[in-house]
């Protein structure tokens, strides 16, 4: 997709309801978007194709919905408030701020050279939890929907009976103080991940990581993505995070290139690890900080050896606003349709479309019709296909323009023929070859049933 082309899809998004700027009436507020009332069908449905992969398709993995404003001892033991920081530097002639390692040592905005020294500036956001402002009282906006999954460990085995291996996912908002965000959706302040902790024996843990690598890889090309825009990269060792011993990262490529849009990461024992009491017990293999808060063992007892032991983690983390944007931008498609005419249309996958059918009535201004087209709009939502939307422009060129920009798969038109003759019928148009069919109306729940399976 060009550049251009990214504007228009920035610009589609606005324009139909998708992503708007955060704020947009007080000029913003840089690196937050709002999910319009397109946008949040289309992360919920990229959501719920994540979690029924992850969930409800496995018998081997547990759901989890904590709570965004995190204890400062979490993230403390976690090494966060040590070294979730990106390097800073700022620009001594025009006083901009960026980070050290975007820039190549020029400032992006006047081009001088004259700038600080890089310093870590950490990306946590901090607050205060309840009426008194004091450090006793300090907590932080969660980095990552990570640690609660650790910090609960205990809780979801002891409630569930669970053995090794076995999962837990999440899917929420995190937040970061990015330095710079930038790229519409891609870098932003606050965002959706989701993310899967997946507990095994240690030594077990890299065929895991390969397992895992590839059930990702096969899911994302599910969603539409395709082959030749796709990448896997394995991180270099001075790329990883303070906690890993190694990633992968699976990368799309946007506009300005390849970029990350998932980390499948082997965790080691290094988060279980540092939230544990009485670490000395254990033959771990990341280093911790010395842990004297924790009131818990995170660890199980081995079957053959009845030795406790704490497990190692694999974790496929995606970022939910980054998977929104490759999804955009891989189904954003400008056909020429000849003698001068051309149209937009979003091929985004059926089960990802925002509405998944528009009943379209050939008149507005009729009575029959517009009844005809109420009595379906009822008897479709009842199929549990998803959304089914009525539109009521009275004017079926626009509708049909309307539906191929939002991706909607197929338009259903309500004409005096329906209304007319025996068996009841309506046409059916499919947004990518614009075909349209007839069908009698009786044969709708059967055919519609099978088309969005
Ligand atoms: N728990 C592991 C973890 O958080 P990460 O690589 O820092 O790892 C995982 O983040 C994913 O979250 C990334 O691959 C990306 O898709 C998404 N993500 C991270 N920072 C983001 C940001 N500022 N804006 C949007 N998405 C972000």
């Not at 040590?82 to 800073?88: C, Y």
């Not at 932003?188 to 065929?207: H, I, L, T």
């Not at 060792?237 to 990368?251: M, Q």
């Not at 497990?311 to 999804?327: C, H, K, N, Y």
Request: proline share 4%; glycine share 6%; charged share 30%.
């Amino acid at each position: 997709m060009p550049a251009t082309q990214m504007e228009q899809l920035v610009s589609l998004c606005k324009r139909r309801g998708f992503i708007f700027q955060n704020s947009d009436i007080y000029g913003g507020l840089q690196g937050l978007y709002d999910y319009g009332p397109l946008g949040v069908e289309l992360k919920n449905n990229i959501k719920a194709a994540w979690w029924r992969s992850m969930v409800y398709e496995r018998d081997d993995i547990e759901g989890l919905d904590s709570a965004i404003l995190t204890n400062r001892k979490v993230l403390h033991y976690s090494g966060h408030e040590d070294t979730f920081s990106d390097p800073m530097v700022d620009c001594k002639k025009c006083k901009g701020r960026f980070r050290a390692d975007q820039i190549g040592g020029v400032c992006p905005n006047c081009g001088s050279t004259d700038l600080t020294e890089p310093r870590p500036f950490n990306l946590m956001f901090k607050t205060t939890v309840g009426p008194v402002v004091n450090d006793d009282n300090i907590a932080y906006l969660r980095p990552e929907t990570a640690q609660a999954i650790f910090t609960q460990f205990k809780n979801v085995i002891d409630s569930t009976s669970r053995k090794l291996p076995f999962g837990i996912a999440q899917i929420g908002k995190s937040f970061r103080n990015e330095i710079t965000p930038k790229n519409f959706i891609f870098r932003v302040r606050e965002f959706e991940q989701a993310e899967m902790e997946f507990f095994v024996k240690p030594g077990e843990d890299e065929p895991w990581h390969e397992y895992w690598k590839q059930q990702r890889i096969n899911w994302w090309l599910d969603q539409g993505l395709s082959k030749e825009n796709f990448r896997v990269y394995d991180q270099k060792p001075d790329e990883l995070a303070h906690y890993a011993k190694a990633c992968t990262d699976i990368e799309y490529k946007f506009v300005w290139g390849f970029d990350e849009l998932e980390g499948i990461a082997n965790r080691r024992d290094y988060d279980l690890g540092n939230h544990t009491k009485n670490q000395e017990e254990f033959n771990l293999e990341a280093h911790c900080h010395e842990n004297k808060e924790s009131t818990t063992k995170l660890c199980v007892r081995d079957e053959e050896t009845n030795k406790l032991y704490v497990p190692f983690v694999i974790e496929p983390s995606m970022g939910v606003d980054r998977a929104t944007l490759a999804i955009l931008t891989e189904a954003y498609t400008e056909e020429d349709l000849g003698e001068g005419n051309s149209r937009i249309v979003l091929k985004l996958k059926k089960h990802l479309a925002p509405i998944k059918i528009a009943i379209v009535p050939l008149k507005k201004n009729s009575a029959e019709i517009m009844n005809k087209c109420h009595e379906l709009k009822k008897q479709l939502m009842k199929l549990g296909i998803g959304r089914v939307a009525l539109e009521n422009t009275g004017n079926i060129g626009k509708a049909y323009r309307r539906h191929d920009e939002i991706g909607t798969p197929l338009c259903l038109t309500v004409d005096f023929e329906t209304i007319e003759q025996q068996p009841e019928t309506v046409t059916l148009r499919d947004r990518d070859t614009m075909q349209q069919i007839r069908i009698a109306t009786a044969d709708l729940p059967a055919y519609l049933r099978e088309y969005f399976a």
